[in-house]
DNA sequence: TTGTAGGCGTTATCAG
DNA sequence: CTGATAACGCCTACAA
């Protein structure tokens, strides 16, 4: 079944193109008559306006580009989902694309998505990204663009982020209100922004509690897994007899240092505190339960796309768009992990 | 910046469009100098050809939609990861829907993917799919479409799947080889074929072992939680004291009956062997760990994308294109949910 | 109220 | 080897 054009209407019709164009967009100023001729034959004959002619014609696609390192997990598809539901709640779709972590990858992705016109870019970074050529080309070609979660702070663009700094701070904190004197924090790989972030809210926390800061109590991952998580708490347990508390990057690694405890004796949290981050679902049915920092990863999709948007429409208005930077809320979620009573 | 057309590049170079677009293909038919003028002058201006109007002319996207049910499911998201990573190795791009397991919802997206006319569509049925008009609109259109995972039988498409009956049984005999007298069954939702052939496999394996079938002691899902694990859990030691084995639909479910189990004193696998289904991450980290059945998600995204490749081609050459059915193994992972020594 | 004409940017055909 | 021309399907001034 060949797809349906609006010759093909204005012919059968015996009308011109232009009549049958306006009548399907509720013109005002085509008869009852004809408009209704018309509406009954496009849908007698399934007509959907062929989107790559329009597309060529408007100069947009209703469609976005999203960049994350990876979807397998349970943070970055919660905002994939919050993203694709506020996107097709506004019409447009969504392109998803990976860059496993990988420099080169993302810089690949971007050139794709440049390539495909797409009418904006979400882009989380990967860890491996400490150089911005990829990044500046998607501002230098004025396609809208938002960061979010994983953000590189001298790119100026809009941003959908949390205050990790603060967020982190908080966690520490909290392992300190427990009783905690010894806190070891596995952090994550140098470049990230939120990796550093956290680290700084440990050292202030430390700081504020005037709890000396000793760097080789920071472990450092560089693919933060769930087997770096056990091969550290190996290495701390070992190197550091007395830490009491780990302030863990994410919970996946997190998990792996509970993992590692519980198969080698070591009371958690009696021994050792832990407090993760990211809330990932397994986090609560882990034994025991982990304590971790929730964010909110639909509502930053949702933030994301939204702030995309306007800046999209701005865009099509020609109007200038002022980047903006949204930071979500976050909470500390005390579970048995970290809670001595 | 605007973006470079070939307009510009041939009147810069005082040439026609056509040799402008004939040297950038490399057609034999253009003089080197001029070819080498065309590249250099196209490298400078950054010229990348205007997707919309390639897709115009060629009539396709180089992309194709998918729908899932479901991304933040460890399971679903490794099939995306697979299907993104060899689509985009095959040169496609991907657009992502999902159905939230609600046919309303997967009919709009089967809407939205034939008006954005991809070039193919990949779907895994919702848990509500009992009607299949809209599926046979894809069909109808001839547009390239394979199914996988959750699939129904009555459509004449390509299919990616497991032997959930077998994957079933095996996974029914091995908690019989436990020793287990008394096996639940907790199943999925009353459509999707995977949960009828993992019901009907529970069952051959009682019968093969002369175990008579009690309908009291299936259980089934609605929405296929956590929750609904706790729940059921509570329930079945509630109404059948003596089960001693229960096979769970999915592993997020079994994850729930353990925590409930753990939660209420009930020995696992000692007073009950559970086993899940699927592998997800979080399987492995549980106390006890989980047994389940394995199912390669990425290779089911890279085996559905590879055949939808084929029926692209086919379509393009105006081949007929004969469905295929591809069955991907399955094997049985044993851990302390179910290990009885 | 209806229709004509031009153009979006590319590709393919065919003639020079 | 090069270029003119048409076409993909739609949209929108502008005329009639």
Redesign the pocket.
């Known amino acids: 079944m060949k ?1 349906t ?3 093909e209407i204005a012919e059968t019709l ?6 049958v ?2 009548a ?2 509720s013109y ?8 209704n001729a018309v509406i009954a034959l496009a849908e007698k004959l399934q ?1 959907t ?2 989107s ?3 597309n ?4 947009e696609s209703k469609t976005i580009g999203l960049i994350i390192p990876e979807v397998v997990h349970h943070f970055f598809s919660g905002i994939v989902n919050g993203i694709i539901a506020e996107a097709e709640k506004n019409g447009y779709l969504v392109i998803i694309l990976q860059s496993n972590e990988s420099l080169e990858l993302e810089k690949k992705q971007v050139a794709l998505l440049i390539n495909k016109r797409v009418d904006g870019i979400l882009m989380a970074l990967s860890n491996d990204s400490n150089d911005d050529d990829h990044i500046k080309e998607i501002l230098n070609r004025k396609i809208p663009f938002v960061q979010f979660d994983k953000i590189s702070k001298l790119i100026p663009s809009s941003k959908v982020i949390i205050n990790d700094q603060k967020a982190a701070m908080e966690a520490v904190q909290h392992l300190i209100d427990q009783g905690c004197k010894k806190i070891a924090h596995i952090r994550g790989p140098v470049n990230p922004q939120n990796a550093i972030d956290r680290f700084l809210g440990y050292k202030k926390a430390l700081e504020k509690n005037d709890i000396p800061y000793d760097s080789s109590l920071v472990y450092t991952c560089k693919n933060v897994t769930f087997e770096e998580g056990l091969a550290f708490a190996e290495q701390i347990t070992r190197e550091h007899s007395d830490v009491d508390g780990i302030f863990v990057i994410t919970d996946l690694v997190a998990v792996g240092v509970l993992t590692y405890c519980n198969q080698n004796n070591i009371k958690i949290p009696q021994d050792i505190a832990v407090i993760g981050f990211s809330n990932w679902f397994m986090s609560q049915v882990m034994t025991p339960q982990l304590s971790t920092v929730d964010q909110p990863s639909y509502d930053m999709g949702v933030a994301a796309f939204t702030i995309l948007l306007e800046e999209m429409i701005c865009h099509k208005d020609g109007v200038i768009f002022k980047p903006k930077t949204v930071e979500l809320p976050t909470s500390i979620i005390v579970r048995g992990s970290s809670l001595r009573n």
């Not at 015996?14 to 009549?19: A, L, M, N, P």
């Not at 060529?56 to 100069?59: A, F, V």
């Open positions: 797809n054009t609006l010759k015996g009308i011109s193109i232009t009549t164009s306006k399907l967009k005002p100023d085509v008869s009852e008559k004809t408009r007509y306006p062929n790559f002619a329009v060529l014609r408007t100069k």
